[in-house]
């Protein structure tokens, strides 16, 4: 694919799905933040039920979707919301919105679910790879961080409004600094589940279509349906070909199983037998 998105120097629009997250993101927080007051309890245990959790994933598997938008500390939603900002916007304003919903969306789930497999794989020959939980929009904002630099490797980026340099250099700045932090403070499931939604991401730009997997499977159902129909009509024009030398005609049919008038028919007549 190739880069036709202008430089992202500022804060893009703020409209389609990206507002949608971004609103969304927002409203848990302050539900949690309220209920973190009024009910700690019954907070904590919201909480518990939609955050990644390794070892419970595959029990609440709405765990998957949701985890995302179970915000950690102030400071981080912050950071996180403005990084999806500056990526997302730009990405659904050069990409369209189907394909970044479908980025978005592949890349949170998919990514969680291959950071659960591995967590539970290498547990044992790893034991700390499943410490901690995952919580916020940081993991799928750096893979969407990663997917604007893949596209716009040597455009200059200002990220925060003060960092200024390859989109690049930003991309691999900021994922390794979020690495370091995660394994410092001992959550290393969310490094490996950051890591695994920069995979999935990478993956979905160099395998999706241009116009997003879901037109491309609307557009193979429909092709497998049309091949089902050709073959079924080939069916009743053979049939129709016996029956006929049985009564001591002979008929032409094409390899569409269409049938093939005299020399003098009109091609275009539409009273022809087709």
Same mark, same amino acid.
């Given at each position: 694919?190739?880069?036709?998105?202008?430089?992202?120097?500022?804060?893009?629009?703020?409209?389609?799905?990206t507002r949608k997250i971004i609103l969304l993101a927002i409203a848990c927080f302050l539900f949690f933040l309220i209920t973190g007051i009024v009910a700690p309890r019954l907070g904590g245990?919201?909480?518990?039920?939609?955050?990644?959790?390794?070892?419970?994933?595959?029990?609440?598997?709405w765990q998957f979707a949701t985890w995302p938008f179970v915000p950690g500390s102030l400071l981080n939603?912050?950071?996180?919301?403005?990084?999806?900002?500056?990526?997302?916007?730009?990405?659904?304003?050069e990409c369209g919105t189907r394909w970044f919903t479908e980025l978005f969306f592949v890349t949170s789930i998919a990514g969680a679910v291959l950071a659960t497999l591995l967590s539970l794989l290498l547990?044992?020959?790893?034991?700390f790879i499943n410490?901690? %939980? $995952?919580? &916020? /929009?940081?993991p799928t904002s750096l893979a969407l961080l990663l997917v604007y630099a893949r596209l716009h490797a040597d455009e200059p980026m200002t990220a925060y409004f003060i960092i200024r340099a390859r989109a690049k250099y930003i991309a691999a700045g900021f994922l390794l600094f979020y690495l370091v932090v995660d394994l410092y403070t001992g959550q290393r499931f969310d490094a490996l589940n950051a890591i695994c939604n920069c995979l999935v991401a990478w993956l979905f730009m160099q395998m999706s279509p241009r116009r997003g997997l879901r037109h491309s %499977? $609307?557009? &193979? /159902?429909?092709?497998?349906?049309?091949?089902?129909?050709?073959?079924?009509?080939?069916?009743a024009a053979k049939k129709f070909q016996v029956y006929m030398r049985k009564q001591?005609?002979?008929?032409?049919?094409?390899?569409?199983?269409?049938?093939?008038?005299?020399?003098?028919d009109d091609p275009d007549d539409r009273r022809r037998m087709n």
């Open positions: 694919m190739r880069s036709r998105g202008p430089t992202l120097l500022a804060l893009p629009a703020f409209r389609g799905l245990t919201v909480a518990g039920l939609l955050a990644l959790q390794p070892g419970l994933a595959f029990k609440y598997v939603l912050i950071f996180a919301l403005l990084f999806l900002w500056f990526t997302g916007g730009a990405l659904e304003d547990a044992r020959v790893i034991p410490v901690g %939980v $995952s919580v &916020g /929009l940081w %499977v $609307s557009e &193979g /159902l429909f092709g497998l349906r049309n091949r089902y129909y050709r073959a079924k009509r080939r069916r001591g005609k002979d008929v032409s049919i094409d390899s569409s199983g269409r049938y093939i008038g005299l020399d003098d």
